[in-house]
């Protein structure tokens, strides 16, 4: 199995664009998580699906983020407009049905200038 | 503010000594999960205790949990050069499915 894949590796993009990442989580799973990565504010949930429904976006930040799930195998997290304090790595982790473990793709590094 | 917070938040030690991490979380958990994070990788699962376990082992790795104190304890013993890289404790709440991460341990082992 590949693993969870998230695409790109790296973005640099400047203030006021818009942003898409794109994850593949592993084929099976039913859970899909969105997190964030800073050294100020650590490792944050923003947004969880269940069989590709949003169960909790508490964590996602404001307006200008927002994650889709369409189908089974892709989901995409947007940033619009982006904002130089969006930088951070942003990473996707699957989990299978009836199991509490996670398993984390290689995650996004986003630079916004 | 975070559910699990590790102490310490760095740890240096030499190869084939014993690295001992823990974690305190504050409200009560499904399940308490170990990570590791090699630098600029994801995170990797290394070990899930539950809430009615006491301690668990794999391989080098030793897990407690003490749920009346609210914490934990990762143990590495041996520790070898590959285990350099930061460890975090995950909570799962009892309403299920989300972790909540700690702010993580930097382990670094020197050869």
């Known amino acids: 199995d590949a693993g969870v894949i998230q695409s790109p590796r790296h973005e640099v993009t400047e203030m006021g664009q818009e942003v898409t990442l794109r994850c593949k989580p592993i084929s099976g799973h039913n859970s899909l998580f969105w997190y964030r990565q800073t050294m100020m504010r650590g490792l944050e949930l923003l947004i969880y699906?269940?069989?590709?429904?949003?169960?909790?976006d508490s964590g996602m930040p404001e307006d200008r983020f927002s994650a889709k799930m369409p189908n089974a195998s892709f989901s995409t997290l947007k940033i619009q407009p982006s904002e130089p304090r969006d930088s951070a790595v942003y990473f996707c982790?699957?989990?299978?049905?009836?199991?509490?473990?996670?398993?984390f793709g290689p995650g996004t590094r986003l630079t916004v200038l | 503010s975070q559910q699990g917070e590790e102490d310490p938040q760095a740890l240096s030690i030499q190869e084939g000594e014993n690295a001992t991490m823990n974690c305190s979380y504050k409200?009560?958990?499904?399940?308490l999960q170990w990570y590791r994070q090699n630098s600029g990788r994801g995170l990797v699962h290394l070990i899930l205790?539950?809430?009615?376990?006491r301690e668990k082992h794999s391989g080098r790795l030793r897990v407690t949990l003490d749920t009346s104190k609210k914490s934990s304890s990762l143990l590495i013993t041996a520790s070898r050069a590959a285990d350099t890289a930061s460890y975090f404790c995950?909570?799962?709440?009892?309403?299920?499915?989300?972790?909540?991460f700690g702010e993580g341990t930097q382990l670094t082992v020197n050869p």
């Open positions: 995950a909570t799962e709440g009892t309403s299920g499915s989300r972790l909540t």
């Open positions: 982790a699957s989990s299978p049905l009836g199991t509490d473990t996670q398993y």
């Open positions: 699906f269940n069989n590709n429904v949003p169960i909790d």
């Open positions: 205790i539950r809430s009615n376990e």
């Open positions: 409200t009560s958990i499904n399940n």
